[in-house]
Structures are given as structure tokens and as C-alpha cells.
């Protein structure tokens, strides 16, 4: 089954209330509502014959009650009484509260109503299919607004048509090379199809859509996990999350288990330092650091023998960005990926690059360069949630086939997980068709 059978192309299965409704409407009840009606019928004579009984004997039988009875009766009427009037004082005082100003008044009733909506509205934790369908929102809607306009102003399938679309694909971030593919061959199955309405090429597009990422069903998606050390090292310029996806990710794989050790070694830039030995104190792991200005191979050299000497499950290894100045990067990743071999032959088991989705084309530059500069293993697609650019992963799946391995979903501390392109394509399209 292919990619687009899975996601679009299962019936739906029917409700559980309709199910329901439909065995009730063909079961016979007539036999039921008569045995109901009878043991009514039978319960309230019971019930009447038994009132007759009760109110004979009353009548009959009228207890003689002495004077020692109505002396005891009185005392214990008098005693409640005195008790009765105790406890209203009591309560009196006890609902006199102190005089409390009306500040500080409002203030315990603000406080009290916020402790009250925590304890009604308990954080429910988001499933990973639940993170793509928000993350992915505004690029769905973008998406999905152009093309239900684009449908709107066609009324048939000629030239301009095909020439509005490939422009439509073009603005949506999925590259010019897909956008310039899909056109082709759709321009194929209208002619194969003998298509003349444009809503008979909806779901096509959207098949095309779906075909192009699958290409031959080969993902690559999954992280390249070692038995003992696992060493990941992290490319990409200034500002698109870089070190931020390292902390998270950091966090994530020390709650499944895994002892974590960072190395900074973007030395030239004392913030990029200082962030990562914060996020390194925030998850609690520890981070490997060399004074201002040191060679950053030597850092890393350092955080690898450090790792296999501490039994490290999994070294995150972060650099710097510098990519206006590409023949120094160049320089400078090239002898940190000898120092690494030097201690792990066949380190490091991922590069990955760290793209800002919302830079949508932008990021695909950069891909285009660092793989030039580098071999890059997997993609980290960072901000997608506050973006309408996620198509960019489409571009950079036919483009570079490099593939998304980890994606952020967010800005809390556990947005982050691996990239998964079913759950990726059925946020992106979901309610286009």
C-alpha cells in the first residue's frame, strides 16, 4: 500500500454511537414494555392493599402513654432546646470573620479561582500526530486558502491554468523543481484523463503531492543509534536553533534513559558557550567547554576521550555557523571530523544540518551549501510551528535528498521528536481533499 493509500485512502469506520442506534431500532421491545406494564399493574395493588392494612391497625391500636413518658419527653425537649441555641452561638462566632481589606481580598479570590482552573484543567499530554496537526497549521492553511482559491477562479483546464498552478506550488515553498515536475505531469494525466473541470485534478495534485516525497519508499528517517557511544554533530549558521534543538534533545534522550554529554564547540562565540552550558545545567548533563578563543578541534578532542572514558550513550557535538566565510568553516569541520576518527574510527554516525523553516527557499540555500562543505546525514527543521513554509520539506526531499530526521514542533522543552513523513504529509494535507 502506498503512502497516499494510508493516509487518504482508508474508509472510515462507522461510529460507535451509529452502531448503537442501529441495533436498538431493529430490536423488538413490544414482549418488554408489556411485562413493564404488568408488574406496574401488580406492584402498585401490593401497595394499596398494604395502605388499607397499615391505616385498619392505627385505628384499632392507640398506645396508652403514662405521665413518667411525658415528664422524660419534656426534659429531653428543653435539653435540645439549650443545645440547639449553644450551637448557634457558636456558629455565630465562628462566621464573624476577621475585617481583611479589599485588595488583599481580591487578591486571595484571583489567586484562589487560578488554583482552581490548574486543578480543573490538568495538562493533557499531546500525541505526536496531535504536534504535527499544530505545528503544521499555518502552512496547511496557507496551502489549503490559495488552493481553494485558485479552484474558484478556474472554471476550466487550459494553459493559463497550469501556468497559475506551477506559480501557486512556487509560493508555497515546495520549490521550483517540484513545482515545475508536478505541472508536467499533470498536464499528463489531464490529457490522459480527458480532465476538463479543475476540481477533477484536486485529489491529483495532492497524490503528486504525496508521490514525490515517497519517491521509491526509501525514508532514511531513522537515527543511526550505536550500541555503545552514538556521536552526533550539528551544523548550521547562527539563529536557527541549533544549540536550542541540542538542549531539547538533550532532555529527551536523558528521560529515555541515556547518559548525555554536550560539547561546545563554537569557541569564537562566547554566547553560543554560555547558552549551552546553560541548557547543559537546565537538563542536567555535562558539558565540555575550552577557554575563549581555543582551537575548537581540541574541545572536541577533550569531549571525545571524556565520553569513552565516562561510558557516554550519546555525544552532541555543536559548531560553529560561520557560513559567509565558507573556506574557513570548511577548515575548521574538516579537522574536527579527523580529531573525532582519531578516537571513534567511524564517528560521527550523524551529521545533521539545522534549518529555520521559516526561511522557507532560504533553507534550502543553506542545505545546498553546507552539503557542499560537508556530508550531511539528516535535516533538524526547526520553527515549523510558527511558519506557512513548512512545504520547504518537499524541496529539500526532491531537491537534495537529504532527509528530515528531527523537527521542532514548538518552544517548550520536549517540542522536539524525530521526523516521521506520514504523520509530516497528513498534517501538511489533511481537509485539502
Same mark, same amino acid.
Given at each position: 500500500?502506498? =503512502?497516499?493509500?494510508?493516509?487518504?485512502?482508508?474508509?472510515?469506520?462507522?461510529?460507535?454511537?451509529?452502531?448503537?442506534?442501529?441495533?436498538?431500532?431493529?430490536?423488538?421491545?413490544?414482549?418488554?414494555?408489556?411485562?413493564?406494564?404488568?408488574?406496574?399493574?401488580?406492584?402498585?395493588?401490593?401497595?394499596?392493599?398494604?395502605?388499607? &392494612?397499615?391505616?385498619? *391497625?392505627? #385505628?384499632?391500636?392507640?398506645?396508652?402513654?403514662?405521665?413518667?413518658?411525658?415528664?422524660? %419527653?419534656?426534659?429531653?425537649?428543653?435539653?435540645?432546646?439549650?443545645?440547639?441555641?449553644?450551637? %448557634?452561638?457558636? =456558629?455565630?462566632?465562628?462566621?464573624?470573620?476577621?475585617?481583611?481589606?479589599?485588595?488583599?481580598?481580591?487578591?486571595?479570590?484571583?489567586?484562589?479561582?487560578?488554583?482552581?482552573?490548574?486543578?480543573?484543567?490538568?495538562?493533557?499530554?499531546?500525541?505526536?500526530?496531535?504536534?504535527?496537526?499544530?505545528?503544521?497549521?499555518?502552512?496547511?492553511?496557507?496551502?489549503?486558502?490559495?488552493? !481553494?482559491?485558485? /479552484?474558484?477562479?478556474?472554471?476550466?483546464?487550459?494553459?493559463? /491554468?497550469?501556468?497559475?498552478?506551477?506559480?501557486?506550488?512556487? $509560493?508555497?515553498? &515546495?520549490? &521550483?523543481?517540484?513545482?515545475? !515536475?508536478?505541472?508536467?505531469? *499533470?498536464?499528463?494525466?489531464?490529457?490522459?484523463?480527458?480532465?476538463?473541470?479543475?476540481?477533477?485534478?484536486?485529489?491529483?495534485?495532492?497524490?503528486?503531492?504525496?508521490?514525490?516525497?515517497?519517491?521509491?519508499?526509501?525514508?532514511?528517517?531513522?537515527?543511526?543509534?550505536?550500541?555503545?557511544?552514538? &556521536? $552526533?554533530?550539528?551544523?548550521?549558521?547562527?539563529?536557527?536553533?541549533?544549540?536550542?534543538? +541540542?538542549?531539547?534533545?538533550?532532555?529527551?534522550?536523558?528521560?529515555?534513559?541515556?547518559?548525555?554529554?554536550?560539547?561546545?564547540?563554537?569557541?569564537?562565540?562566547?554566547?553560543?558557550?554560555? #547558552?549551552?552550558?546553560?541548557?547543559?545545567?537546565?537538563?542536567?548533563?555535562?558539558?565540555?567547554?575550552?577557554?575563549?578563543?581555543?582551537?575548537?578541534?581540541?574541545?572536541?578532542?577533550?569531549?571525545?576521550?571524556?565520553?569513552?572514558?565516562?561510558?557516554?550513550?550519546?555525544? $552532541? @557535538?555543536?559548531?560553529?555557523?560561520?557560513?559567509?566565510?565558507?573556506?574557513?568553516?570548511?577548515?575548521? *569541520?574538516?579537522?574536527?571530523?579527523?580529531?573525532?576518527?582519531?578516537?571513534?574510527?567511524?564517528?560521527?554516525?550523524?551529521?545533521?544540518?539545522?534549518?529555520?523553516?521559516?526561511?522557507?527557499? !532560504?533553507?534550502?540555500?543553506?542545505?545546498?551549501?553546507?552539503?557542499? +562543505?560537508?556530508?550531511?546525514?539528516? +535535516?533538524?527543521?526547526?520553527?515549523?510551528?510558527?511558519?506557512?513554509?513548512?512545504?520547504?520539506?518537499?524541496?529539500?526531499?526532491?531537491?537534495?535528498?537529504?532527509?528530515?530526521?528531527? @523537527?521542532?514542533?514548538?518552544?517548550?522543552?520536549?517540542? @522536539?521528536?524525530?521526523?516521521?513523513?506520514?504523520? /509530516? $504529509?497528513?498534517? *501538511?494535507?489533511?481537509?485539502?481533499?
Amino acid at each position: 500500500m502506498g =503512502l497516499f493509500d494510508r493516509l487518504f485512502g482508508k474508509k472510515e469506520e462507522p461510529k460507535i454511537e451509529d452502531i448503537v442506534k442501529e441495533a436498538l431500532e431493529n430490536l423488538d421491545l413490544s414482549e418488554e414494555v408489556e411485562e413493564n406494564q404488568t408488574s406496574v399493574e401488580e406492584t402498585s395493588q401490593e401497595e394499596t392493599t398494604r395502605d388499607k &392494612v397499615e391505616e385498619t *391497625l392505627a #385505628q384499632e391500636e392507640i398506645p396508652q402513654i403514662s405521665t413518667e413518658e411525658v415528664i422524660e %419527653s419534656e426534659l429531653v425537649e428543653e435539653t435540645a432546646q439549650e443545645e440547639l441555641e449553644l450551637e %448557634s452561638d457558636e =456558629l455565630e462566632q465562628f462566621q464573624e470573620p476577621e475585617e481583611i481589606p479589599e485588595e488583599e481580598n481580591q487578591e486571595t479570590e484571583e489567586e484562589l479561582a487560578s488554583e482552581v482552573v490548574e486543578e480543573e484543567l490538568p495538562q493533557v499530554e499531546e500525541t505526536v500526530q496531535e504536534k504535527y496537526d499544530r505545528s503544521l497549521k499555518k502552512t496547511r492553511t496557507g496551502f489549503g486558502a490559495r488552493l !481553494n482559491a485558485f /479552484f474558484a477562479n478556474f472554471r476550466s483546464v487550459d494553459e493559463e /491554468f497550469f501556468e497559475e498552478l506551477e506559480e501557486l506550488l512556487i $509560493m508555497s515553498d &515546495v520549490g &521550483v523543481q517540484v513545482a515545475s !515536475n508536478l505541472t508536467e505531469e *499533470l498536464r499528463y494525466e489531464a490529457k490522459l484523463e480527458n480532465a476538463k473541470k479543475p476540481d477533477a485534478l484536486r485529489r491529483v495534485i495532492i497524490e503528486k503531492l504525496v508521490e514525490l516525497y515517497e519517491k521509491d519508499g526509501n525514508y532514511d528517517e531513522q537515527i543511526h543509534f550505536q550500541e555503545g557511544l552514538t &556521536v $552526533m554533530l550539528f551544523v548550521g549558521v547562527n539563529g536557527v536553533g541549533k544549540t536550542t534543538s +541540542i538542549g531539547k534533545l538533550a532532555h529527551r534522550y536523558k528521560q529515555a534513559g541515556k547518559k548525555v554529554m554536550l560539547v561546545a564547540a563554537d569557541t569564537f562565540r562566547a554566547g553560543a558557550v554560555a #547558552q549551552l552550558a546553560e541548557w547543559g545545567r537546565r537538563v542536567d548533563v555535562p558539558v565540555v567547554t575550552g577557554p575563549e578563543k581555543a582551537d575548537p578541534a581540541s574541545v572536541v578532542f577533550d569531549g571525545m576521550e571524556r565520553a569513552v572514558a565516562e561510558g557516554i550513550d550519546i555525544l $552532541m @557535538i555543536d559548531t560553529a555557523g560561520r557560513l559567509q566565510n565558507k573556506d574557513n568553516l570548511m577548515a575548521e *569541520l574538516e579537522k574536527i571530523g579527523r580529531i573525532i576518527k582519531r578516537v571513534v574510527p567511524e564517528a560521527p554516525h550523524e551529521t545533521f544540518l539545522a534549518l529555520d523553516a521559516s526561511t522557507g527557499q !532560504n533553507a534550502l540555500v543553506q542545505a545546498k551549501e553546507f552539503s557542499k +562543505i560537508t556530508p550531511v546525514t539528516g +535535516i533538524v527543521l526547526t520553527k515549523i510551528d510558527g511558519t506557512a513554509r513548512g512545504g520547504v520539506v518537499l524541496a529539500i526531499r526532491e531537491e537534495l535528498n537529504i532527509p528530515v530526521k528531527l @523537527i521542532g514542533f514548538g518552544e517548550k522543552i520536549d517540542d @522536539i521528536g524525530e521526523f516521521n513523513s506520514e504523520n /509530516f $504529509m497528513k498534517g *501538511l494535507l489533511e481537509g485539502l481533499i
